[in-house]
């Protein structure tokens, strides 16, 4: 049997394979954030498909982090309940589901939130300027807000949480020069800069204990001037790791560039973008790592597991156009992903649909 459907487990929670959806926007929450039953069955669909974990979309800790239209929110213990009827029926399927928490920082939607976003510094390496400067009582607040929202996942049913440190939302943007121009405790060296991601690792600990799996997906590069290199981000990985993350989903790029999410991956060298990222963090981490990016073939998950380049395999695209494609390939059809990784997908996210594919919904229409 391929290792990719092999049990495993990571702090305890028990996986049936080595299949991960990466967290990806739905735009299916209610306008306050509350988990709906559209959500709820997109999210089914992927656990009667096979994926092993599933990832929420970043979902908002506070109202002011807010980044997106219908994005999915655990900032009150109102929202509980909607998610804990979701997570019985992923469980239903012998699947697991994580919830990314996030805050966009400078990214946050002014419309959407009614405030001006909140700037790690005065002016920021792109040239933007403008909101407030976050004080050190402020950085506190968020790293609260972190421990609360994971508190209230744990409570809502969630077999995990993960902190969104990746693509330009805040907690990368504390790691990453072009954002943090701090001269306090919080900029600088890297070690500074990774002190909130550090400071909520632990308030998160303190608040669902030492056996429920905390993540972290983080940048391995910015690609941006002045961003986060690799060297800084291993740095910082391993200061995670001593700190005692459980996993570690790593990606790239930025929604400012949108490297994180490339187009046209029709030939497999193009595919999982960021492995020579992947392979030099593995050197050097124990903690599993899972590896996302453009990935879109079973033989090339199976070598990146059996040649050491990462533990678990992410996709976010393939599985909008396939929830079932982990089963497809558990019985033998092995073609790649059907994805044409052309970013259509985000055109009905615009108009506030939702995320869909819009080649397999014509196809299905014609049908």
Not at 5 to 15: A, H
């Given at each position: 049997?391929?290792?990719?459907?092999?049990?495993?487990?990571?702090?305890?929670?028990?996986?049936?394979?080595?299949?991960?959806?990466?967290?990806?926007?739905?735009?299916?929450?209610?306008?306050?954030?509350?988990?709906?039953?559209?959500?709820?069955?997109?999210?089914?669909?992927?656990?009667?498909?096979?994926?092993?974990?599933?990832?929420?979309?970043?979902?908002?800790?506070?109202?002011?982090?807010?980044?997106?239209?219908?994005?999915?929110?655990?900032?009150?213990?109102?929202?509980?309940?909607?998610?804990?009827?979701?997570?019985?029926?992923?469980?239903?399927?012998?699947?697991?589901?994580?919830?990314?928490?996030?805050?966009?920082?400078?990214?946050?939607?002014?419309?959407?939130?009614?405030?001006?976003?909140?700037?790690?510094?005065?002016?920021?390496?792109?040239?933007?300027?403008?909101?407030?400067?976050?004080?050190?009582?402020?950085?506190?607040?968020?790293?609260?807000?972190?421990?609360?929202?994971?508190?209230?996942?744990?409570?809502?049913?969630?077999?995990?949480?993960?902190?969104?440190?990746?693509?330009?939302?805040?907690?990368?943007?504390?790691?990453?020069?072009?954002?943090?121009?701090?001269?306090?405790?919080?900029?600088?060296?890297?070690?500074?800069?990774?002190?909130?991601?550090?400071?909520?690792?632990?308030?998160?600990?303190?608040?669902?204990?030492?056996?429920?799996?905390?993540?972290?997906?983080?940048?391995?590069?910015?690609?941006?001037?002045?961003?986060?290199?690799?060297?800084?981000?291993?740095?910082?990985?391993?200061?995670?790791?001593?700190?005692?993350?459980?996993?570690?989903?790593?990606?790239?790029?930025?929604?400012?560039?949108?490297?994180?999410?490339?187009?046209?991956?029709?030939?497999?060298?193009?595919?999982?973008?960021?492995?020579?990222?992947?392979?030099?963090?593995?050197?050097?981490?124990?903690?599993?790592?899972?590896?996302?990016?453009?990935?879109?073939?079973?033989?090339?998950?199976?070598?990146?597991?059996?040649?050491?380049?990462?533990?678990?395999?992410?996709?976010?695209?393939?599985?909008?156009?396939?929830?079932?494609?982990?089963?497809?390939?558990?019985?033998?059809?092995?073609?790649?992903?059907?994805?044409?990784?052309?970013?259509?997908?985000?055109?009905?996210?615009?108009?506030?649909?939702?995320?869909?594919?819009v080649i397999d919904k014509k196809e299905k229409s014609k049908g």
């Open positions: 049997m391929s290792k990719l459907f092999e049990p495993n487990k990571i702090n305890g929670m028990p996986l049936s394979n080595r299949f991960v959806r990466s967290a990806t926007w739905e735009g299916m929450a209610s306008a306050e954030g509350a988990c709906t039953p559209e959500l709820t069955a997109a999210y089914t669909e992927l656990a009667k498909g096979g994926v092993g974990l599933i990832i929420t979309g970043h979902t908002y800790v506070r109202p002011d982090g807010k980044g997106t239209p219908r994005q999915l929110g655990l900032y009150n213990d109102n929202l509980i309940e909607p998610l804990h009827k979701m997570t019985r029926a992923i469980h239903d399927f012998d699947s697991r589901i994580a919830v990314e928490l996030s805050h966009a920082g400078i990214l946050a939607d002014e419309k959407l939130t009614g405030q001006a976003p909140l700037f790690l510094s005065r002016v920021d390496g792109f040239g933007q300027s403008g909101g407030r400067q976050m004080t050190a009582d402020d950085i506190q607040e968020i790293i609260a807000a972190f421990a609360q929202a994971a508190r209230r996942a744990k409570d809502s049913g969630f077999d995990a949480v993960q902190i969104h440190a990746a693509h330009g939302f805040l907690m990368n943007q504390f790691l990453s020069p072009a954002f943090n121009k701090r001269d306090d405790g919080y900029g600088g060296a890297i070690e500074n800069r990774a002190r909130a991601i550090m400071e909520t690792l632990r308030e998160i600990r303190t608040a669902v204990g030492s056996q429920f799996p905390v993540l972290i997906k983080l940048n391995s590069q910015d690609f941006v001037d002045e961003g986060l290199s690799l060297e800084d981000s291993l740095r910082a990985a391993l200061m995670l790791q001593e700190e005692g993350i459980d996993a570690i989903e790593l990606s790239g790029g930025t929604v400012v560039t949108g490297d994180h999410c490339r187009k046209d991956i029709d030939t497999e060298d193009k595919e999982a973008y960021f492995q020579t990222a992947a392979k030099a963090f593995k050197e050097k981490l124990q903690v599993p790592l899972i590896l996302v990016g453009g990935i879109r073939s079973f033989q090339l998950c199976e070598r990146l597991v059996d040649e050491g380049y990462c533990d678990y395999v992410a996709m976010s695209r393939p599985f909008i156009r396939e929830p079932g494609l982990v089963n497809r390939w558990a019985a033998g059809d092995l073609q790649k992903s059907f994805c044409l990784s052309d970013n259509r997908c985000r055109e009905p996210l615009a108009a506030g649909k939702g995320i869909y594919c």
